[in-house]
């Protein structure tokens, strides 16, 4: 994180992009986000970028997976609650802060749009592709609590998640997890994809 800082002091954030691959693509996440959090936005580009979750093909069942996935925004969503009362309940002014301070990184990360290349049929990335969907649906239905379940609070801020992307899906057809996860297929010449404006 330090180079990264450094290069910006000497070139300046507008003159520096950050790319990763896989595990690459996580480290210049955390990398982006940091700067962000000191007001620097470096354009960034993600490939094939690690989604921490449950695969969906674990879960063949839609219904299952989607019932599964909605208890589990629930239990986010009354588990930060339950946790704001008892802070309140404790210390009403650290509770403000801390609000304060999750709705200013949470505004700050708004205004940085990385760039995601996700293929469907790579397990450890595809979480994206459902986690921007289910967040616009959200965001549609129940603007009230769609940002509260992303981002619950400051301290347990997970790495991976993003409240706004700029998400490009692989649509041509991979046929193994290699070629689903590789970097080439980026740049082949028939790619086939589309991309989508999170916000």
Known sequence: MQAVQNM????????????GHS??????LLAGKNMVKMHSYIETYLF????????????????LW?????????IRVGLARAKSLYQIRRAKQFDQVTN?????????????VPYLFVNPGDHICSGYIRYFEQRKSMQERLPEISSESSFPNADSESLHLLPSACLTINLGYTPH??????????????????SEHYR
């Open 8 to 19: 910006v002091a000497l070139a300046g954030a507008s003159n520096i992009w950050l790319t």
């Open 23 to 28: 595990l690459g693509s996580a480290i210049a």
């Open 48 to 63: 094939n970028p690690p989604f921490l979750s449950v695969p969906k093909e674990i879960i063949p069942n839609e219904g």
């Open 66 to 74: 989607q019932g599964i996935h909605l208890a589990s925004t629930v």
């Open 100 to 112: 304060q301070v999750t709705n200013q990184v949470t505004a700050l990360l708004s205004l940085w």
């Open 177 to 194: 997890f290699k070629r689903a996860h590789g970097i080439h297929q980026w740049w082949d010449p028939n790619f086939d994809g589309r």
